[in-house]
């Protein structure tokens, strides 16, 4: 996305970056042009054409199937025929159970970012000073994001359970009284899975922040002490303006996977208790109204408002968020 | 998402070996600091590690010890969980399908990814960014909004249940995140290196062979092991595309265990844990070039 993270990256534009953007052969050595461009072009094509095909196939090639499939009333087995116009669409974006799984799918965007965002940098931050163990410590909160989230769902959901672990440990506490149904309440629900969403990622972003700590210059520390600034006085004049671009970069990672979660609303909840349970999501919707139903194209045509809608939010974030970062990128090019 | 910043796999995958210069001086490195930041850090760990403790030390107990006291320890330990499902079929078979579809995902993820990867590093003609662009713009299109679509084009081509069906869109939607980890550290490989090779008479795919493949293992290597573990891990497209238990891979298998098996706790923990396993132990072998190339490839 950007290199914008401390000052020393102008250098490295200078020394590395620029003479490389125009590719490795840009004033092509004598010995590259004698080879010809015929030979060349035959190495790109055998070289990129495997890959080019397999990844228009089955990334690019679904999604404009789904486009397509968008249109008609379809079973799933047959040509299609029953072309519906817009009407899919139209039940899409009227259907009240359809208004509810986006609400949940923002608010599980917005809560990811507002919890997860600051209570990584904060961890970040503490554990960046000179502490032991550190690399046990990096291993250990990267558990989380390893494991599966099948496995994630299904232990969560055992301990969460009204008998399940997580009350019985309560009661020990002597905090019988906060002793709930986490999963089926649905007042709680949302929260419940919120805090098993922030379980499995913080340690994702804490490490990313880690990573974006270190290419600050050491340097702007030191200046800052001798001028007798406090440690918390540095963090926050310096450290956290300089963190901006991986924070902002985290944030975009963040928001494409909240707006298209499944595994974990569909292993602990199901495609139907999440539904009275205030969980479920726009991919729940679609798996349950699309596959589910046999309703093949208008499951597709949730698929095209799902990634019309991850798309705009992801663009606005670019424009909005991301725009000082990328300024400069566009015009160096991206390669 | 570009990645055109300076080669993220050495910039950061070495430092976790070199943690002694640090923020601050030399002498610093040997106090211990702040206590209340080991407790946080304490804190944080137990908080993620606990419910990873729950399911694996929860295969040691009974069902009735879990009715019991749900939150307990196991008194006695028992073994009888992990050993019954080590002795079942279901799970090796399981297993299996997992191990093959993960190894021949990451084969054909590397295999490919580097391939294009190196032409656009390392050539140069007219639609090289446009080819880097496709690639970045299929971060857009995360698996599941693709699914439904998807499992019609495997229909088609006849793969329903069976392991190619979820191996070949694995490769596929790999290779975004492949070809943005490998194009710099690509790109990073000196140039007077490939004229040197030239000189000594190497073609550039001679080159490709020789002198990229290797220089380029670590790079390979992290994303080998993304590619292993996103597929061990992965549950929505062997969800569609799997109909029969003897092609299900271990996410699916945990899932029809557990609801096969709901009153069985003690069982499916054991089940649970030891399909992670693998996972965990590849995961803490590779730790350093996973984490390093993470990292690497977002600052990118």
């Known amino acids: 996305m950007s ?4 000052t020393d990256t102008a250098t490295d534009r200078q020394s590395q970056g620029t003479p490389e953007v125009g590719g490795a052969a840009k004033p092509a050595p004598p010995a590259v042009r004698r080879r010809g461009r015929a030979k060349m072009r035959l190495e790109i094509a055998v070289l990129s054409g495997p890959p080019i095909l397999v990844f228009v196939a089955f990334v690019i090639f679904p999604v404009v199937l789904a486009a397509y499939y968008g249109f008609y ?16 669409y139209r039940l899409i974006l009227t259907d009240p159970a359809f208004q509810q799984v986006l609400w949940h799918s923002l608010l599980i965007m917005g809560l990811s970012l507002a919890i997860q965002g600051p209570l990584a940098i904060f961890l970040a931050i503490l554990l960046n000073q000179n502490i032991r163990g550190r690399s046990v410590i990096r291993v250990l909160i990267f558990v989380p994001f390893i494991i599966s989230e099948v496995i994630v769902g299904t232990g ?27 999963i089926a309440d649905p007042k709680l629900a949302i929260w419940t899975l919120m805090a098993i969403i922030s379980w499995k990622y913080v340690g994702f972003a804490v490490i990313l922040m880690l990573a974006g700590l270190q290419s600050i210059p050491d340097e702007l520390f030191e200046a800052a002490q001798i001028d007798g600034a406090s440690y918390w006085q540095i963090q926050r004049r310096i450290t956290l303006p300089l963190l901006g671009p991986t924070v902002r970069i985290w944030g975009l990672l963040s928001i494409i996977g909240s707006l298209q979660l499944f595994d974990l609303v569909f292993i602990i909840w199901g495609q139907y208790v999440s539904g009275t349970a205030g969980t479920s999501t726009m991919a729940i919707y679609m798996v349950a109204q699309g596959r589910s139903a046999g309703q093949f194209g208008y499951g597709s045509a949730v698929a095209v408002v799902m990634f019309l809608i991850s798309f705009i939010v992801a663009l606005l974030y670019q424009r909005l968020v991301l725009r000082r970062d990328l300024r400069g990128a566009v015009t160096e090019g991206v390669i | 998402m ?28 040997a106090k211990w600091g702040n206590p209340v930041t080991y407790f946080i850090a304490l804190l944080f760990i137990a908080v993620c590690i606990a419910p990873v403790l729950y399911i694996v030390i929860g295969g040691f107990r009974t069902n009735s010890q879990i009715t019991d006291s749900p939150a307990g320890l196991p008194h006695p330990w028992v073994v009888s969980n992990y050993s019954n499902v080590l002795k079942s079929n279901t799970f090796w078979g399981e297993f299996a399908n997992s191990l093959i579809v993960g190894v021949a995902s990451a084969l054909g993820i590397v295999i490919l990814g580097l391939m294009v990867s190196f032409v656009i590093a390392r050539y ?6 446009a080819m880097y662009s496709l690639f970045a713009a299929g971060l857009m299109f995360p698996l599941v909004i693709a699914i439904t679509p998807l499992y019609i ?16 869109p694995q490769i596929a939607f790999g290779l975004p995140t492949t070809v943005i980890i490998l194009v710099p550290f690509l790109r990073a490989i000196p140039k007077e290196i490939e004229e040197a090779a030239t000189i000594d008479g190497a073609s550039r795919l001679g080159f490709f062979f020789r002198m990229v493949m290797p220089l380029s293992l670590p790079g390979v290597v992290t994303v080998g092991i993304l590619a292993f573990i996103g597929s061990w891990n992965n549950y929505v497209l062997p969800l569609y595309i799997l109909n029969t238990e003897a092609n299900f891979t271990l996410p699916l298998g945990v ?14 923990l054991a ?25 690497g490839a977002v600052k990118g």
């Not at chain 1, 290199?3 to 401390?6: Q, V």
């Not at chain 1, 009333?73 to 899919?88: F, K, S």
């Not at chain 2, 096969?260 to 499916?268: F, I, L, M, P």
């Not at chain 2, 844990?273 to 993470?294: E, H």
Request: glycine share 12%; net charge neutral.
């Open chain 1, 156 to 182: 969560w959901g055992l301990m969460l359970q009204s008998n399940g672990a997580a009350n019985d440990l309560l009661g020990h506490l002597g905090l019988g009284s906060l002793r709930n149904d986490w």
């Open chain 2, 255 to 268: 899932q029809a265990f557990s609801s096969q098996h709901s009153v069985d706790t003690a069982k499916v």
């Open chain 1, 73 to 88: 009333r379809w079973q799933g087995y047959g040509p299609a025929t029953e072309w519906v116009g817009l009407n899919n």
């Open chain 1, 3 to 6: 290199d914008t993270l401390g």
């Open chain 2, 2 to 29: 570009s990645a055109r910043t300076v080669d993220p796999w050495f910039s950061s995958a070495a430092e976790p070996n070199a943690p002694v210069n640090r923020r601050g001086s030399g002498e610093k490195a």
């Open chain 2, 124 to 129: 140069d003609f007219k639609l090289k960014s």
């Open chain 2, 271 to 295: 089940f649970t844990s030891l399909a992670m396993l693998p996972a965990l132990i590849f995961f803490s072998i590779f730790q350093k070039r996973i984490v390093g190339g993470l990292t």
């Open chain 2, 153 to 168: 084009i495997i229909k088609d081509l006849g793969l329903i249940d069976s392991l190619p069906g979820v191996i070949i």
